[in-house]
């Protein structure tokens, strides 16, 4: 027995060794990690005057930055989730436009300007730097002060530190609340493994945005979104933000026709082709707009080309019509862009065009800027705006022209002219052009629906106009080159004629459609348009309820496409 003594107590030792160590593996399992993470990490803060970014309940992948207690966002950010009016002039200007006034301050003055044009003499001192670049060169960045964005917007924001982050409020929907049932921590994970991100005590709410079956993803009243064990929470219920309402949104009045406008364009290329008018518009019945060709940008510092006639206006009135006059960017001498982008060539564009409107009693001015660049978008856009603000003041309908919608042409932001001009017209027609080297339809029915459909997600539909084509592409195929010549219907017709072809009706595109080989080799198609064509494609504007019809252009069309105009409702 006393030999087996010791082998007992080794026994036991082993035994209780072993138990010692599957508690201790235990503890290990179940035992809270008191292990911080480091919150400049976790926000990806690299430095003091940097801030992280909330939105909402999301982490943003951009930094604000803090400049003596002020919270600063670039423009960019600003644009893409606050508010997208505030604009960069080519001039070192902060632009906001309002319906009638524009706010301008110098970047990285404090003080600002409000009235339209005016100059810094009249300025105040807002008491913070409102706005400053970041960096230098092409790469340099302007940031804008929150405080400031929150006088033209509506949302909320709070700065908290150590470290510096930002929550911003834009939408204030119904949330999921719990209260902590006693002092714990919000973990980076779902585990008592790990990293403590923060504290929180006993009585605190958190916003549960994900409940599992122990943990809920929970964001604190400070901006740390992590986990918190389910049993720590109690009282859930719902609670909806009190929304931040501090700015009333000033009203963007319209200078809209309570009656369908039928519009045709004039194409006018010098003084003497004037007196062309009314001759073209004779055998036109239900034009209540005509809009001649009369102005084109001529050179990069604002000015224009003026072919206008003060006697073709007061002849236009006299026989009850409005004059629009039409201004484009053809000249290729002229970077729009250029134009575009200083405030000083817009002020000279705008105030040019508005005095000369005045000048000669137009009605309206018809902005037709082609080929606009990705990289000038924001800046036509804004001459919009100003131009909108001296058309708005003066009684002068503002109509722009655009193509049927496609990505290559977001830059053009409808949204944004739908609500600063007064019409908005769709140019229904170049689905294939003449430098495009295919052939095909002008403007296909579903080409036209689409362009009608699209522009209507963006613009109210009381101020679309969708524009009818009068011509007729003639395409002829040689050894696989493919040219083409515009023609008005009735010489459309007299090809198809002379040549002893009928056309067919298509379905696919809702034409009469015609093709044939020529003697020598060469291969003809046509597309016609002619009154069948219209009348499918004005039934679609008539079921979309769009505010009027234009047409391009007076001279090429048959004296029955007008009775087909009228009868689909657009005429006085």
Same mark, same amino acid.
């Given at each position: ?94 632009? =906001? ?30 008491? =913070? ?9 092409? *790469? ?10 929150? #006088?033209?917007?509506?949302?909320? =924001? ?90 009333? *949104? ?89 134009? @575009? ?42 001459? @919009? ?30 949204? *944004? ?5 007064? =019409? ?33 997600? &963006? ?60 003697? &020598?080799?060469?291969?003809? #198609?046509?597309?016609?348009? &002619? ?35 009228? *009868? ?5």
């Amino acid at each position: 027995m006393k030999k087996r003594i010791p082998v007992i107590i080794a026994v036991v030792l082993i035994l209780l060794t072993v138990g010692a160590c599957a508690v201790i593996k235990v503890l290990e399992k179940y035992a809270y990690s008191d292990q911080r993470a480091d919150l400049n990490e976790y926000y990806g803060v690299t430095s003091d005057g940097e801030a992280a970014v909330m939105l909402q309940n999301e982490l943003l992948d951009i930094k604000a930055q803090v400049k003596d207690g002020r919270c600063y966002l670039d423009l960019d950010t600003v644009h893409a989730y606050l508010n997208d009016r505030f604009y960069e002039d080519a001039e070192g200007i902060l632009i =906001y436009a309002l319906p009638n006034d524009l706010v301008m301050t110098r970047i990285g003055s404090t003080q600002i300007s409000m009235g339209y044009y005016t100059t810094e003499d009249a300025a105040s001192d807002a008491g =913070y730097i409102l706005s400053y670049y970041d960096g230098d060169g092409e *790469e340099r960045t302007v940031y804008v002060a929150l405080d400031f964005v929150k #006088q033209y917007t509506n949302f909320g =924001y709070t700065l908290f530190t150590e470290p510096n982050r930002i929550q911003l409020d834009t939408v204030w929907e119904e949330e999921q609340v719990a209260e902590l049932k006693k002092d714990t921590q919000v973990r980076y994970q779902g585990g008592v493994k790990s990293d403590i991100l923060t504290d929180v005590k006993k009585g605190d709410n958190v916003v549960v945005l994900e409940t599992m079956e122990n943990w809920s993803k929970v964001k604190t009243a400070d901006s740390v979104i992590g986990y918190v064990e389910n049993r720590k929470l109690t009282a859930a219920h719902s609670e909806t933000p009190e929304a931040v309402m501090e700015y009333l *949104e000033p009203e963007y009045t319209s200078q809209t026709r309570d009656y369908k406008i039928n519009l045709a364009w004039h194409q006018v290329t010098n003084q003497t082709a004037n007196s062309t008018f009314p001759g073209v518009l004779s055998a036109a019945k239900g034009v209540n707009v005509i809009s001649p060709t009369w102005y084109s940008l001529s050179d990069n510092q604002g000015n224009f080309m003026n072919i206008a006639s003060t006697d073709y206006v007061n002849t236009a009135h006299g026989m009850g019509l409005e004059v629009w006059g039409l201004v484009d960017n053809f000249n290729k001498d002229v970077d729009t862009g250029t134009v @575009l982008g200083s405030l000083s060539t817009r002020t000279a564009l705008v105030t040019g065009l508005v005095q000369e409107a005045r000048a000669r009693g137009l009605d309206g001015i018809n902005i037709d800027f082609e080929n606009i660049s990705e990289s000038a978008g924001e800046s036509f856009v804004q001459f @919009l705006r100003e131009l909108s603000i001296l058309c708005r003041s003066n009684g002068i309908v503002l109509s722009v022209d655009n193509y049927v919608p496609k990505e290559y042409s977001a830059h053009y932001n409808r949204a *944004e002219q739908g609500v600063v001009a007064d =019409y908005v017209i769709i140019m229904g027609y170049d689905e294939h052009w003449g430098g495009g080297g295919v052939a095909g339809s002008v403007a296909s029915i579903d080409f036209v629906e689409e362009g009608i459909v699209n522009t209507l997600a &963006d613009v109210p539909k009381e101020k679309v106009i969708n524009a009818l084509p009068f011509y007729t592409r003639i395409w002829k195929t040689v050894n696989g080159e493919v040219t083409s010549e515009a023609v008005g219907m009735d010489t459309a017709q007299a090809f198809l004629d002379k040549n002893g072809v009928t056309a067919v009706w298509d379905e696919g595109t809702c034409q009469n459609y015609a093709e044939f080989t020529a003697e &020598d080799g060469s291969f003809y #198609q046509v597309w016609l348009e &002619d009154e069948q064509s219209l009348a499918v494609k004005l039934n679609v504007m008539k079921m979309n309820e769009l505010a009027g019809v234009a047409a391009w252009k007076l001279g090429f069309e048959r004296a029955s496409v007008w009775d087909v105009i009228a *009868e689909a409702g657009y005429t006085k």
